[in-house]
C-alpha cells in the first residue's frame, strides 16, 4: 500500500496597494465617468479621499466591525434644501482607500470599484436612496 499525504493547499491573500496619488487619480477618473448632466449640478461639493473612516463616521453609520465603507456622502442632499438654502458650508464626499483596496483583486477592479463609488456619493447627492441607485445601475 502507497504511503500518499494530503495535498497541501495554500491560501494567498492579494493586497492591491496604491499610493495616494495614484487614488487620487482614480478618483478623479471615477468623476469624469459621471455624465456631465449630473457633473453640472455638483456645486458647494468637496471630493475627499481618506484611508479609513473616522471614528466619528463607524459611529454616526453604526457600522458593525466585519462591515466596510467605501464612500460616504456627508451634507444635505438636493432634493431636501429649500429656498433658505444658502451660505453653506460645502457638502463632502469622501472615498475611503483603505476598504476599497482590501476589498479589490486587481488594479483594474479597484479602479472600477472607485469609480462605482464615486457615482453611488454622487448620487446620495442628489437624493437617491440605495433602492433607486441599484435599480438605475441595472437599467
Not at 21 to 27: D, I, P, R
Not at 44 to 59: C, G, L, R, W
Not at 112 to 134: C, K, M, P, Q, S
Request: with cysteine.
Amino acid at each position: 500500500m502507497a504511503n500518499t499525504k494530503p495535498a497541501q493547499v495554500c491560501y494567498y491573500i492579494v493586497m492591491i496597494s496604491v499610493s495616494e496619488e495614484e487614488f487620487a487619480a482614480m478618483v478623479g477618473a471615477g468623476m469624469d465617468a459621471i455624465s456631465p448632466k449630473y457633473i453640472e449640478h455638483l456645486n458647494n461639493i468637496v471630493f475627499v479621499t481618506e484611508d479609513t473612516p473616522s471614528a466619528e463616521q463607524i459611529y454616526k453609520l453604526k457600522l458593525r466591525h466585519d462591515q466596510s465603507l467605501f464612500g460616504l456622502y456627508e451634507g444635505i442632499p438636493l432634493t431636501r434644501r429649500g429656498s433658505n438654502y444658502n451660505l453653506v458650508l460645502p457638502d463632502k464626499i469622501t472615498i475611503f482607500k483603505n476598504p476599497l483596496e482590501m476589498a479589490s483583486n486587481s488594479i483594474d477592479e479597484l479602479r472600477e470599484r472607485v469609480r462605482h463609488t464615486v457615482w453611488h456619493e454622487v448620487a446620495h447627492f442628489y437624493g437617491l436612496d440605495h433602492d433607486r441607485i441599484n435599480s438605475l445601475e441595472k437599467s
